[in-house]
T-cell receptor, first 113, second 111 residues
Framework: ETGVTQTPRHLVMGMTNKKSLKCEQHLGHNAMYWYKQSAKKPLELMFVYSLEERVENNSVPSRFSPECPNSSHLFLHLHTLQPEDSALYLC????????????FGNGTRLTVT | KQEVTQIPAALSVPEGENLVLNCSFTDSAIYNLQWFRQDPGKGLTSLLLIQSSQREQTSGRLNASLDKSSGRSTLYIAASQPGDSATYLCAVFSNDYKLSFGAGTTVTVRA
């Protein structure tokens, strides 16, 4: 039990589909993150939310749309993805954006066909 | 832009041997450095966090050192066990509020 729960664990979608990834943290943290992990590459930060406000958008294509309705939940809405978007998508949380350890979920393995 | 490098990319050792994992970063203006462990198909687990003012942190068999001026950190794992087999990543939190990850070192401990 990591304290950060991601669903679904696996997702296969076509390029014309619309789907959403969900993340929930039970740690009382104020900051939440989306990261993308592709094979043999360093983790890439996608979005950062602090107290439900987006504080970082790391030049992510608009086909990825985040939503943070409250400090415990984070979504990543997906539409018209490309095969190169296939990756492990990791959600994380921390007490604050600065100087706090990150706690990660187990990720959603996304395959775009 | 902060660049984080981990060498080697993979490491295989017999059980009981000490592990030494290296991490280097290009910009010494950092808040902290974290070491993570990732098991196959899983998320990351935080192992140690070293503040920029600290030289090292210890937790059980793990010891991490930080030399900010030279842009280096080393993670030592004493008396390795097969359960230590995983990928180890370091991440640097820079003064521009960005967290940059290395690509990781994949460790295999042979029984």
């Amino acid at each position: 039990e990591t304290g950060v729960t991601q669903t679904p664990r696996h997702l296969v979608m076509g390029m014309t589909n619309k789907k959403s990834l969900k993340c929930e943290q039970h740690l009382g943290h104020n900051a939440m993150y989306w990261y993308k992990q592709s094979a043999k590459k360093p983790l890439e930060l996608m979005f950062v939310y602090s107290l439900e406000e987006r504080v970082e958008n790391n030049s992510v294509p608009s086909r990825f749309s985040p939503e943070c309705p409250n400090s415990s939940h984070l979504f990543l809405h997906l539409h018209t993805l490309q095969p190169e978007d296939s990756a492990l998508y990791l959600c994380a949380s921390s007490q604050e954006v600065v100087d706090s350890p990150l706690h990660f979920g187990n990720g959603t393995r996304l395959t775009v066909t | 832009k902060q660049e984080v490098t981990q060498i080697p990319a993979a490491l295989s050792v017999p059980e009981g041997e000490n592990l030494v994992l290296n991490c280097s970063f290009t910009d010494s203006a950092i808040y902290n450095l974290q070491w993570f462990r990732q098991d196959p198909g899983k998320g990351l687990t935080s192992l140690l966090l070293i503040q920029s003012s600290q030289r090292e942190q210890t937790s059980g068999r793990l010891n991490a050192s930080l030399d900010k001026s030279s842009g280096r950190s080393t993670l030592y794992i004493a008396a390795s066990q097969p359960g230590d087999s995983a990928t180890y990543l370091c991440a640097v939190f820079s003064n521009d509020y960005k967290l940059s990850f290395g690509a990781g070192t994949t460790v295999t401990v042979r029984a």
